[in-house]
């Protein structure tokens, strides 16, 4: 009687044992294998990722030469702009360990300032009797003084850094679904 019971005790802590050990098996078996080249497909279809916009408006001045009247040219333009900051994808890295995928991006940049041609206004235009200032030039420069204006606008008014704060959402929006159940961890990298 007593050989019966431990041939039971010991037939139920093998077939317990085949469970657990068949299920863990099982489990690892179910994991899909997934590399960073493919994640990295999901998020290179675009070059850039824009995740924040400012919209800005903004005055230039410009001025050239000195003698009023005579060689002195000068107006203010004021103007609108979008301004975008995101990622470059091409900088963007990922790796995938059995319980996790870790993205790492860079700090946010401003990718673009697009000004709106049809807000731009002229004030306080003032054109010399003898240099003429070709306007369309003139505007050209004021443009790309703008461009640097509004970028640095971003910069101080925390565009850069709503972006950085953001990537965490959207990176876990893009790889969603197509991490096997892997957990996606998204880094800064340093520098």
Same mark, same amino acid.
């Given at each position: 009687?007593?050989?019966?019971?431990?041939?039971?005790?010991?037939?139920?802590? +093998?077939?317990?044992?085949? +469970?657990?050990?068949?299920?863990?098996?099982?489990?690892?078996?179910?994991?899909? +294998?997934?590399?960073?080249?493919?994640?990295?497909? %999901?998020?290179?279809?675009?070059?850039?990722?824009?995740?924040?916009?400012?919209?800005?408006?903004?005055?230039?001045?410009?001025?050239?030469? #000195? &003698?009023?009247?005579?060689? *002195?040219?000068?107006?203010?333009? *004021?103007?609108?702009?979008?301004?975008?900051?995101?990622?470059?994808?091409?900088?963007?890295?990922?790796?995938?360990?059995?319980?996790?995928?870790?993205?790492?991006?860079?700090?946010?940049? &401003?990718?673009? +300032?697009?000004?709106?041609?049809n807000t731009i206004?002229?004030?306080? #235009?003032?054109?010399?009797?003898?240099? *003429?200032?070709? %306007?369309?030039?003139?505007?050209?420069? &004021?443009?790309?003084?703008?461009?640097?204006s509004a970028e640095?606008?971003?910069?101080?008014?925390?565009?850069?850094?709503?972006?950085d704060k953001r990537?965490?959402?959207?990176?876990?929006?893009?790889?969603?679904? !197509? #991490?096997? !159940? %892997?957990?996606?961890?998204?880094?800064? *990298?340093? !520098?």
């Amino acid at each position: 009687m007593k050989g019966k019971i431990i041939g039971i005790v010991i037939a139920v802590v +093998v077939l317990a044992a085949a +469970v657990i050990g068949g299920g863990w098996y099982f489990k690892q078996q179910s994991k899909p +294998v997934i590399t960073s080249s493919q994640l990295l497909e %999901r998020l290179e279809d675009a070059s850039e990722l824009t995740v924040e916009k400012m919209y800005y408006t903004g005055i230039e001045e410009f001025e050239e030469g #000195t &003698v009023p009247l005579i060689t *002195k040219n000068s107006f203010f333009m *004021k103007y609108e702009a979008v301004i975008s900051a995101g990622f470059d994808m091409e900088d963007v890295d990922i790796d995938i360990t059995d319980e996790q995928v870790i993205v790492q991006v860079p700090k946010a940049k &401003v990718l673009s +300032v697009a000004i709106d041609a049809n807000t731009i206004e002229y004030f306080d #235009t003032k054109f010399s009797l003898i240099k *003429k200032t070709d %306007r369309k030039e003139a505007t050209k420069q &004021v443009q790309i003084q703008a461009q640097k204006s509004a970028e640095e606008h971003a910069n101080d008014k925390g565009l850069l850094d709503e972006a950085d704060k953001r990537a965490e959402v959207i990176f876990k929006g893009i790889l969603e679904g !197509g #991490t096997g !159940g %892997r957990e996606i961890i998204v880094e800064h *990298k340093k !520098g």
